[in-house]
């Protein structure tokens, strides 16, 4: 007796609403980060955010369940970007050249007044603050795990988790670095560029 499987309409359908609820989704982070940037996070509204995509207060909560849902949407988002590049890199290259490598490329995306205003944004909320925080520790798993993906064997495992411990050490270093500069403002990039300099220096 035959399977049932769906048809070829039912598997459109399906297609279709989850490609329109993807584009619902990052029509509502769009139009949150364009408040958010515009106006403050804490002076930002959920009827605001919901205004501006389009939809209803209600609708907004069949996405996200608060603003802070969509820092991090753009978080995973950027990340996601950066994680798929350092998939793309020859197993022949060291790690930590690599994670500087596709970080700058990354970073030197942004120019300095749109990594100026989300610093100011990300700095502006206890609550972005503290989901900051937790964020870094995510990002440290996660480029880990992406390190094993390329450089497979597993005897490496123990000094691709440090790889991935001062990468993310010396990304934060290095922003932290680019906040605190007198004067004009030099690309994040320097900074980080500076950042891996000093550790393998060290090393």
Request: charged fraction near 25%; aromatic fraction near 8%.
């Amino acid at each position: 007796m035959p399977g049932t499987s769906p048809s070829a309409d039912a598997v459109s359908a399906e297609g279709l609403r989850e490609r329109k609820r993807h584009e619902t989704r990052q029509r509502i982070a769009e139009a949150g980060q364009r408040l958010f940037l515009a106006n403050g996070y804490e002076s930002t509204t959920l009827d605001a955010i919901a205004a501006e995509a389009g939809i209803s207060r209600r609708t907004f909560f069949s996405y996200f369940k608060s603003k802070d849902d969509i820092i991090l949407f753009w978080q995973q988002a950027d990340s996601a970007s950066l994680y798929a590049d350092l998939l793309k890199t020859s197993p022949d290259v060291p790690p930590l050249d690599a994670v500087l490598d596709v970080m700058v490329k990354h970073i030197a995306r942004y120019t300095t007044e749109q990594m100026t205003a989300v610093d100011t944004l990300m700095r502006s909320s206890e609550s972005l603050l503290a989901r900051k925080q937790a964020y870094y520790a995510e990002q440290e798993l996660v480029l880990f795990n992406t390190l094993c993906e390329v450089w497979r064997q597993p005897e490496r495992r123990a000094a691709l988790r440090m790889v991935a411990m001062v990468s993310i050490g010396a990304m934060r270093l290095a922003l932290q670095a680019w906040r605190d500069q007198p004067g004009p403002r030099r690309p994040v990039a320097k900074f980080l560029r500076e950042a891996f300099d000093s550790l393998r220096s060290e090393f």
